[in-house]
DNA sequence: CTGAGTAATTGATTTAACTCAAGGTGGGGT
DNA sequence: ACCCCACCTTGAGTTAAATCAATTACTCAG
């Protein structure tokens, strides 16, 4: 059985269908700026493909696209979380990412071919995203390939990202892999200690790692009780990352 | 401790300062024309980059980087076979990847800021590898931005291929990854049935599948018994895929 | 504030996978 | 041909994690 009740079982249709109100919000757009494959266009390139984007709302636990469906549109998080996840035939669901406010996602989109989503996303909460045409960001391409930069940069990246995720998961126990996972959530690693925010609700992340909660949970508890995280809902406070990474292995 | 011997254990000293002949084979050079990073190259800008590059031979277990060894060149490999692991600091071996003749691997570095690689890679067997210089990449991206086209298409296609392997590496069940591991083998999927050979010695499938190679051993026994696989040292024959797919869940 | 529903925790039990240990097996070198 | 050395397989015992089952804690809506 599903770890969570998810969209799907609650709201039968995605809602890409959905049209939106244009994006023309200051903050927004700011955070649109600075992220790496927007970064570099110019004012008017910008206003092309902000012209070409809808704005679209999330209610909790919302279903944004399905597996498989075709893949016309990619998304930036302008405010809210949302998840990527995949249903097996038996409707086991396996949390894969988390997506933040200022990320950008299904990006890959851009150049699939054929161009159709891996995955299932859904908002964790109320979110608002906005809904770009993968052609929109094609054509822009075409006309100024010096903007080819910018993104080869942020797909050699993901790539690499991936391959750390990758990683973390060919650890063979529950407990290791969950430390591993929370060192990557400390702004700074190993170096120095911090409060960290957990970017989906315990099941998820469980399920992100592989384990049950109740495994996550045993897990967690043990920590806290030998004093290497304090632990307060969804915030955890890790004084020593490198004690931590010491007592896995 | 490691699962096999590694060439971390033998041979203490990566080889890449080693300089050989310059790339002139012509069986080679067909394959690299043939890879999509290479494919959109002209003529003169592939020769440039063969000039730049040199033929590097490695020995069966030589290690060809490190893990965390600056990274100024990407590789191309011309014949045989390599793998991508990581060492833990108890000195656990983790398979993360296979690659095989026709592959280009560490090509993110071609992007990545601080250049360094992720994990160590080393030769399976005899093979031959182009060592690019990452510089020499670039300045043909710098010249000709339209390459940058092709090069992109690539790291998107990379990025959805490290995302369906973590997709595997999130099921619970060790025969479950295992069979997903093996569909993804067949050319077709769960299309057609067919041939596969393991690109890696059993017991490194095993580490890439996060078991240990007497689990690997017992479920291919399991599956061997049940008629649903056929095996013959690493050939493994799959008449029926689907049947495959509907035991796993 | 209160109750309903979801998420998280904890305990008891079962099971899948790991560990340790002992044989096989097959290919490469002498 | 033979032996040697990895690699692989198989067995027995142990352990980590899953499962099943309750209880407790939050969150949100009314």
Do not use: W
């Not at 266009?41 to 469906?69: C, N, P, V």
């Not at 995203?129 to 080869?152: G, H, M, S, T, W």
């Not at 315990?202 to 290497?228: H, N, W, Y």
Request: proline share 5%; with cysteine; charged share 25%.
């Amino acid at each position: 059985m599903a770890l969570t009740q998810t969209a799907e079982t609650r709201c039968s249709k995605p809602i890409l269908v959905a049209v939106n109100k244009p994006f023309d919000d200051e903050g927004g757009l700011q955070a649109l700026r600075s992220h790496p494959l927007f970064a570099a266009l110019s004012g008017q390139d910008l206003q092309y493909i902000l012209q070409q984007s809808r704005r679209l709302h999330l209610g909790h636990h919302q279903l944004l696209y399905r597996q498989d469906m075709p893949a016309h549109q990619f998304f930036f998080v302008i405010s809210g979380c949302l998840r990527l996840y995949r249903l097996d035939s038996s409707g086991i669901d396996r949390t894969l990412d988390s997506i933040a406010s200022g990320d950008c996602f299904a990006e890959v989109m851009i150049y699939a071919d054929p161009p159709r989503y891996a995955c299932y996303a859904e908002a964790l909460k109320a979110s608002e995203v906005l809904v770009i045409p993968v052609k929109a960001y094609q054509d822009l391409l075409e006309i100024n390939p010096r903007y080819a930069q910018a993104a080869l940069r942020h797909y050699a990246k993901r790539a690499v990202s991936r391959f750390h995720d990758l990683e973390i998961m060919t650890v063979q126990n529950a407990r290791d892999r969950l430390i591993r996972y929370l060192i990557d959530l400390l702004p700074n690693g190993t170096e120095e200690g911090g409060e960290v925010e957990l970017p989906l609700p315990k099941c998820l992340v469980a399920s992100r790692l592989a384990m049950q909660p109740e495994t996550f949970s045993r897990i967690l508890a043990d920590l806290k009780s030998s004093g290497l995280v304090r632990v307060n809902r969804s915030r955890l406070f890790i004084s020593d990352p490198q004690r931590l990474v010491d007592i896995s292995q």
